[in-house]
């Protein structure tokens, strides 16, 4: 059975949840402005003065600087499969080659192949590569996603519309005050000969994280 979401349906999945789920976590601290949230978001949604995604985009929009440094690092690879290996040994090092330092701990990139599909979360907290992707999304760091993405990944990818072949690998990544984890998604059919400013735009933060693909 789902884990009822802690914060408002759109940040969730990658369109829209069940809007009547229920909300089961306390009302103490930051619990409280959760539901707070949630609950100003469903009536901007029921008065349509807000649209499914409208959050997504204008948070995307304010942190598009940092969202495109992860994006050219992938682009780049997906260019040039020499520094791909090279993203793929040392990733600090490689994001490093292109102008890009990783403050906040080692930078280990995971690659996504036909028979593997990797997905990141932190359990503990909301350790996040942010030198890289700028502030995690809500539910990155909502307990819903934290506790089940480590019992449950395709169920919880299924919920972001990622439904994955049986015979594919789902290997999730604990993030960790020592570690930050990045994806390397498949790159689309061609991408070897497309130029990186076509690719950038391609790659988007779902990606990068795990729940969605190229």
Not at 36 to 53: N, P, R, V
Not at 60 to 80: F, H, M, S
Not at 159 to 172: K, M, Q, T
């Amino acid at each position: 059975m789902p884990i009822p979401s802690p914060v408002p349906p759109s940040r969730f999945s990658a369109d829209a949840v069940d809007p009547k789920r229920p909300v089961v976590e306390g009302h103490d601290g930051a619990d409280y402005y959760a539901l707070m949230t949630e609950a100003l978001h469903k009536i901007l949604l029921e008065k349509q003065l807000l649209a499914q995604g409208d959050t997504d985009r204008v948070i995307a929009a304010l942190e598009a600087p940092n969202v495109t440094w992860g994006a050219r690092i992938v682009a780049e690879a997906w260019r040039d499969a020499a520094y791909a290996e090279r993203l793929v040994a040392d990733g600090s090092k490689a994001a490093a080659e292109l102008g890009f330092k990783i403050k906040e701990a080692k930078l280990v990139v995971v690659r996504n192949t036909p028979a593997l599909h990797n997905v990141i979360v932190c359990t503990l907290c909301s350790c996040y590569p942010r030198s890289l992707l700028g502030q995690p999304p809500w539910w990155y760091i909502s307990k819903n996603y934290r506790a089940r993405t480590v019992r449950e990944p395709r169920a919880v990818l299924a919920e972001f519309g990622l439904d994955l072949p049986a015979d594919v690998e789902v290997r999730v990544h604990d993030s960790n005050a020592d570690m930050r984890y990045l994806v390397l998604p498949m790159a689309p059919e061609g991408a070897a000969d497309w130029p990186v400013e076509k690719l950038i735009p391609l790659v988007t933060r779902h990606m990068l994280v795990g729940t969605a693909v190229a």
